[in-house]
């Protein structure tokens, strides 16, 4: 197959991904976007096999390769719960930054397979490139690695935090940039692996000074970073596609973040920096004076919905912890039949991951047009007559518009309390994840709900 | 004075990057989730680079040092690739429209 030629049907795969990613403007178009994405990616894998041209032997080797990860890949596809989604991207994060480092080392053993030069004679800006692609590559691997355990909960999802640590980053990432120049100038296979080595390093010491609860912003992030990993790879190999996707999906990952960062009211370096939640934790509990707060069972909390003519639901990650959204569509549907009106209110940073919440209501049939993002529905609290906050706590907090002191002042919070009243379900008193006490808790509309959210919720179905 | 190749994949890179940014503002945010999954899919046609290195051995030498790294990348990129996809597709799904005979 001619270069030309290649080229050209690389180019044709680059735009089809394009198209993949603005499929996802609307759920209708979506499906059609995602077999765009298909068919690229089946586009770009033929034309490497016949622009190689060698299918002798190895080529049934990467054959049976492709078919042992593709079947593994598979599998989890259709295993995954959907509650393990955050876990699952960042475990996929992962393989593409690990695979980037690999592709890179290959082309630097073997340079000549790539037309790149000879060993210990690479071309200058092929090897800056690679070096790139591999630092990157192992930062996102090292990285997602960190952030799938903290999201497993093999590994505690507190920040760990020590003393000098932005300093040590610092360091290894002026020490990456003088390895490469060194790299460039002596084609030392020694410092290629050194380099390695520190990124991995860098990306497990950057993910770990981060909380379980910023993990959406980390998500994002190294998402973004596979998409530069790729991107520079793409550069090494002369290929349109993967420039194209790098680009794309780096992009794509740095919006994600910005979004998530913009839903707290913080900057990507406050969030990058890390250690929130564990400092911030003192200042909640100065003021620990108790206050009254009314609680109530299943049966009042059915009571009160049975009388309310609409009923907007605030799920968060808790919900997701309990497994509750079946549980809590079941609820719906006992509502609805009694012609309440009920719409569910998703804040951006609810949940682990962008958008972590519609999937999980989606997968429950929750129609996708009863569900709102925070503009959408904020103005509508204020007329309705119940608000079930299932799961959610710092998203509801009062205190991000009328406390300046708060460490949460200033995010974008739903407005719950303007409700008629407010049912809380939740497990225990404790200040949710920024440390703080939520003063929806003691509002005099509020009615805490104590018990497990899927618990909870089938018990108000019964009593309806 | 002709100008480096290097200039041209630049490009594409640069616009690329601006297509992206203003493809994934448009994707709407419940999208998000499914977002993530498929450029992560995506990302994965790192693979190109994978076959390349794992048929890069000479004649007769199916695994040399550097095909057996691309025979390696071979694996995880197809992992995603098919997990990424699928999921997706999956996700994508579930996604439905309010029924309006009720």
């Not at chain 1, 044709?12 to 394009?18: D, K, R, T």
């Not at chain 1, 002026?174 to 020694?190: D, F, K, P, R």
């Not at chain 1, 919070?413 to 939740?426: A, G, I, Y």
Request: with cysteine.
């Amino acid at each position: 197959m001619s270069a030309n030629l290649s080229a050209i049907l690389y180019l044709v795969s680059g735009v089809l991904f394009i198209l993949a990613l603005r499929g996802l403007s609307s759920p209708e178009t979506s499906r059609q976007g995602n077999l765009f994405g298909i068919i690229g990616m089946v586009i770009a894998v033929t034309v490497t096999f016949l622009s190689v041209g060698n299918f002798s032997s190895g080529f049934v080797y990467v054959l049976i390769f492709l078919a042992i990860g593709g079947s593994v890949g598979a599998f989890i596809a259709y295993r995954i719960p959907m509650t393990a989604m955050p876990e699952l991207v960042a475990g996929f994060h992962s393989l593409v930054g690990l695979a980037a480092v690999f592709v890179a080392i290959s082309a630097f053993i073997n340079p000549s397979a790539f037309n790149l030069g000879t060993p210990g004679n690479i071309k200058l800006a092929s090897l800056i490139e690679m070096a790139i692609g591999a630092a990157v590559g192992a930062i996102t691997f090292s990285g997602s690695v960190i952030a799938f355990l903290k999201l497993q909960g093999i590994m505690s999802g507190a920040p760990i935090t020590f003393k000098g640590q932005h300093l040590l980053n610092a360091l290894l990432l002026i020490l990456i940039v003088i390895l490469t120049i060194y790299l460039c100038s002596t084609q030392s296979s020694n410092l290629f692996w050194i380099l390695i080595a520190i990124s991995f390093l860098i990306g497990f010491l950057i993910i770990i000074p981060i909380g379980g609860a910023d993990m959406p912003v980390v998500i994002s992030m190294l998402n973004s970073y596979s998409g530069w990993a790729a991107a520079g790879i793409g550069f090494t190999l002369e290929n349109t596609a993967l420039i194209i996707t790098g680009a794309l999906v780096g992009s794509s990952g740095a919006i994600l973040s910005y979004i998530m960062c913009k839903g707290m009211n913080r900057s990507f370096f406050n969030v990058i920096l890390g250690g929130f939640g564990a400092t911030d934790q003192t200042s909640g509990s100065q003021n620990k004076e108790q206050r009254p707060v009314k609680s109530g069972n299943a049966d009042d909390a059915a009571f009160l919905m049975k009388n309310a003519s609409s009923v907007i639901i605030v799920p968060g990650y808790g919900m997701a912890v309990a497994q509750a959204q079946h549980a809590l569509r079941e609820m719906v549907d006992t509502l609805k039949k009694n012609d309440i009106k009920v719409s569910y209110a998703i804040h951006p940073v609810a949940g682990r991951m962008p958008g972590h919440m519609n999937v999980l209501l989606a997968e429950a049939n929750v129609p996708y047009d009863e569900v709102f993002e925070l503009e959408e529905i904020n103005n509508d609290f204020a007329n309705a007559d119940v608000a079930f906050v299932i799961g959610a706590n710092d998203v509801t907090n009062p205190v991000a518009k009328t406390d300046p002191q708060s460490p949460i002042y200033g995010m974008p919070v739903l407005d719950v309390e303007k409700c008629k009243s407010v049912l809380f379900v939740k497990r225990s008193l404790s200040p949710g994840y920024a440390g703080i006490d939520n003063d929806l808790f003691y509002k005099e509309n509020t009615l805490m709900l104590f018990a497990d959210a899927k618990k909870m919720t089938e018990d108000i179905t019964k009593n309806l | 004075m002709e100008i480096d190749p290097f200039i041209f994949r630049l490009s594409i890179f640069i616009l690329s990057i601006f297509v992206g940014y203003y493809v994934v503002w448009s994707v709407t945010p419940s999208l998000h989730t499914p977002l993530m999954s498929v450029t992560n899919a995506i990302s994965s046609v790192i693979i190109v680079g994978a076959i390349i290195a794992a048929l890069s051995g000479s004649d007769g030498v199916v695994f040399s040092l550097s095909s057996i790294y691309g025979f390696l990348a071979i694996i995880l990129a197809a992992v995603n690739i098919f997990g990424g996809f699928l999921v997706t597709q999956r996700m994508l799904a579930m996604y439905k429209k309010k029924k309006k005979d009720k």
